[in-house]
């Protein structure tokens, strides 16, 4: 496909650990109000091979014969958070809003970068309240999701770029969502989660059920029950685990094969980190069945090619989706410099009785040089090789090359 304009990753700051300045004002009546956030933009050139040859894979992200340059938001959108935090008798209490803005406008009806957009997308990608105590906490409202959470949030690309998503695409870029995991988004949800401060944290929640989606829509589109997602996490010095889960049962009311028959999606993944201050290595993956590539069950809506997640197969039953990632950082003793890189690949087959026979392969190579020039400036170099490839019928594969200079801001 051309282009993939998706509605991708805005991860909370937090998650970056030179997102140590932000404001906080403490309130009379005992509640605090913090302010933080971050501003990014990537100058990328992409330029497409001409001589691909993999047409119509569902599931390819890499197109053929592309070129172009863009000014964008990377992997991590801009953001600006806002916390406030009270503790009323022995409960603590918060909510949280996350605005995730973009700054370019994206492409027009011929695939060129428009000039006027009058706003660059707002992605408002947090809204939740938080009730928590020495028993665990609940999370309700919009917040990323726990399958395949620690696989994304433990990416180098989201500090960069890594797949682009298409060239003039709006949004955010891919980084690896479609290249070694699933996209988990933030999605309507009623979490609870163990005490934090320990080794071991354990995760399952309640979460807005979605239909299920093959190439050409959604196919079980009725969904009585929500979706569960659970996650357990241990860490212990330098070494962190984690599993996650996902299951959504959906049926189908539309006349033809699959009438009144429901299928429920399942995933699983999981990964390994071993990190010290100069040094750490991360493998992570997943399986699912019927719950698609790049993006999950539906996606954006059935029928919208590779981010519909193209689950369902022409013949009703669930396929089969799969992926990795192997990554290594190094930073050398007393250095601002960190180096990194990264191999990853994410697979989407056929079932064993559809009629047209497929396994789309899309596969990133990523490497980066990311430099803390202050505390709260982050200098990134980054380049990054994809390809798409059809396995069945053997073609030459779509491959891209998009290198990349930008600038993070951490307040």
């Known amino acids: 496909m051309k282009r993939v304009a998706l509605l991708c990753v805005g991860l909370a700051v937090g998650a970056a650990s030179v997102a140590e300045a932000q404001l906080t ?39 053929i014969g592309g070129k172009g340059f863009n000014l964008r938001t990377g992997l991590l959108p801009a953001f600006a958070v806002f916390d406030a935090k009270g503790k009323e008798g022995n409960t603590d209490l918060g909510v949280h809003f996350g605005f995730a803005p973009q700054i370019q406008c994206g492409a027009d009806a011929a695939g060129s ?75 309507a949800q009623m979490t609870y989660s163990t005490p934090a401060g320990r080794p071991g944290q354990f995760s399952i929640g309640l979460f807005q059920p979605s239909g299920l989606a093959g190439d050409a829509g959604t196919v079980y589109d009725q969904t009585q029950v929500p979706r569960v997602e659970t996650e357990v996490s241990w860490k212990s010095g330098n070494v962190m685990l984690w599993a996650n889960g996902t299951a959504q049962n959906a049926k189908s009311t539309a006349p033809g094969p699959t009438f009144d028959a ?123 090789y994809a390809w798409t490839k059809e396995s069945v019928t053997d073609n030459p594969k779509n491959k891209t090359f998009a290198p990349a200079f930008g600038l993070m801001l951490f307040f």
């Open 113 to 187: 970068s428009a000039h006027d957009c009058f706003g660059a997308q707002i992605d408002m990608r947090q809204v939740y309240l938080t009730v928590g105590g020495t028993w665990g906490q609940i999370l309700a409202g919009r917040e990323i999701g726990l399958f395949n959470r620690q696989n994304i949030l433990t990416d180098q690309t989201l500090f960069g770029i890594g797949a682009t998503g298409g060239i003039n695409g709006g949004g955010t870029t891919l980084g690896r969502i479609g290249f070694g995991y699933i996209y988990p988004n933030f999605v």
């Open 262 to 384: 429901s299928k429920t999606a399942v995933g699983a993944g999981g990964g390994l980190r071993f990190g010290s201050t100069s040094f750490s290595l991360t493998g992570s993956g997943y399986w699912g069945k019927g719950i698609g590539t790049t993006l999950q069950f539906n996606g954006v809506g059935g029928g919208n090619g590779a981010v519909s997640g193209l689950g369902v197969g022409t013949d009703g039953e669930l396929r089969d989706s799969y992926g990795f990632i192997g990554q290594l950082t190094f930073t050398p003793s007393a250095s601002k410099v960190t180096l990194a890189a990264s191999y990853g690949s994410s697979f989407l087959k056929s079932t064993d009785t559809e009629a047209i026979d497929f396994k789309t392969e899309n596969s990133l190579i990523s490497g980066g040089i990311y430099f803390q020039a202050t505390k709260s400036l982050k200098v990134v170099g980054e380049g990054n």
């Open 25 to 63: 004002m403490q309130m009379t009546n005992g509640w605090s109000f913090t302010f933080s956030g971050n501003v990014n933009a990537f100058a990328i050139y992409e330029s497409q091979s001409t001589d691909g040859g993999t047409v119509g894979a569902p599931g390819g992200l890499v197109g």
